[in-house]
C-alpha cells in the first residue's frame, strides 16, 4: 500500500504534458524494441509463399501454428540442440561465476600495484571479437584434445564473458559499504569468513544479474565457436542446427522463425523467474539492518 501511494505521489508530481510526453517515450521504445519479435512471430504463423506476396500483407492470412510442428521434422534432433545450448551455457555461466565473484571482491575492495592496468587489460580483452583468435583457438583446442566435445564451446565462451563480468560485478561490489566488512575485521573475522558471510549474501543480486547478463551471452554466442571447434550431431548447439532452414534455392523463413522462438523459450523462462534480481539498490536495506 505504501509503495502504491508513494508511486501516485511521483506521477502527481507531473503535469498531463510531461505525463504524455514520458508515455509517448515509453511507447516509441517499446515499439523499436518489440516489433521485431512481433514481426518475427507473424512470419512464423504466415504460410512460405505469403511471405514474398505483393502487396506485402503485415498480418498473416489463414494464419496457424503449422510451421511449429513441420520444423521438428525437418530437423530431428532439434530438442538436442536446445539441451546442449542450455547446457553449455550453463556451464560456463557457472565457470564465470566462480572465477569472477572472488575476483570482483578483490578489485573492489584491495588495492595493489598494477590494479589499474589489469582492469584495463580486461576491458581491452572484451572489444576483441572472438573471429580474432579463432585459428590460435582452434590449434589451441585441437593440441588439448578438446575439438568435438562441449568443453570446446564452453572454454572460450567463458573466457571472452569473464572480463566483462569482472567489470560489472566489481562495480557492484564497490556499493557495499565498507563499514560491513570493517566491523567483521574487529569482530575477529577472517578475510574468507568475511567474504563468505558477509560480503556473498549483500552481493547476492548483483552475482545473479552478472549470472542473467553471463547465461544470455553465453547462449547467444554459441555459433561462431561450434562452427569451427565442433563437427558432431551430439554436440551442436542450436545456432547451428539452425542453419538447417538455409536451404540451397530457399529460406524456410516461417520455421525457421518458429524455430528460433521455441529455442529461445528456455532462456526467457529461466530469465522471467529471475528478473526481480535485476532491479538494483538492494544493498541499501544491509546498512538499515
Do not use: C
Request: hydrophobic letters at 60%; proline letters at 6%; glycine letters at 6%.
Amino acid at each position: 500500500m505504501r509503495r502504491r501511494e508513494s508511486t501516485r505521489a511521483m506521477i502527481d508530481r507531473y503535469s498531463w504534458v510531461e505525463l504524455i510526453m514520458i508515455y509517448l517515450g515509453i511507447f516509441v521504445f517499446l515499439f523499436f524494441m518489440l516489433s521485431p519479435f512481433i514481426e518475427g512471430f507473424l512470419v512464423s504463423l504466415k504460410p512460405l509463399a505469403q511471405l514474398f506476396s505483393t502487396p506485402y500483407r503485415f498480418w498473416p492470412e489463414n494464419g496457424s501454428f503449422e510451421a511449429y510442428r513441420t520444423m521438428w521434422i525437418r530437423i530431428p534432433y532439434f530438442a538436442l540442440y536446445i539441451f546442449n545450448s542450455l547446457l553449455i551455457a550453463t556451464v560456463a555461466t557457472m565457470i564465470v561465476l566462480v572465477l569472477v565473484v572472488p575476483a570482483a571482491y578483490a578489485f573492489a575492495r584491495f588495492r595493489f600495484k598494477g590494479m589499474a592496468l589489469v582492469l584495463g587489460a580486461f576491458l581491452a580483452v572484451s572489444m576483441f571479437s572472438g573471429a580474432v583468435l579463432l585459428i590460435p583457438l582452434f590449434r589451441l583446442m585441437r593440441t588439448l584434445g578438446l575439438l568435438n566435445t562441449y568443453w570446446a564451446m564452453i572454454i572460450p565462451g567463458a573466457a571472452f564473458l569473464i572480463p566483462s563480468a569482472i567489470w560489472l560485478l566489481r562495480t557492484y561490489m564497490m556499493r557495499i559499504p565498507p563499514e560491513l566488512h570493517e566491523a567483521a575485521y574487529m569482530d575477529g573475522a577472517s578475510q574468507f569468513y568475511t567474504f563468505r558471510r558477509v560480503i556473498l549474501p549483500i552481493a547476492r543480486p548483483g552475482i545473479i544479474v552478472v549470472a542473467i547478463m553471463t547465461f544470455i551471452g553465453a547462449y547467444a554466442q554459441q555459433f561462431i565457436f561450434a562452427l569451427t571447434f565442433n563437427s558432431k550431431t551430439e554436440y551442436m548447439p542450436l545456432p547451428v542446427g539452425l542453419f538447417a532452414f538455409f536451404g540451397k534455392q530457399e529460406v524456410i523463413w516461417n520455421e525457421l522463425m518458429a524455430a528460433s522462438f521455441v529455442g529461445i523459450a528456455p532462456a526467457l523462462v529461466i530469465i522471467f523467474f529471475l528478473q526481480r534480481y535485476l532491479v538494483g539498490g538492494l544493498t541499501a536495506g544491509a546498512v538499515k539492518q
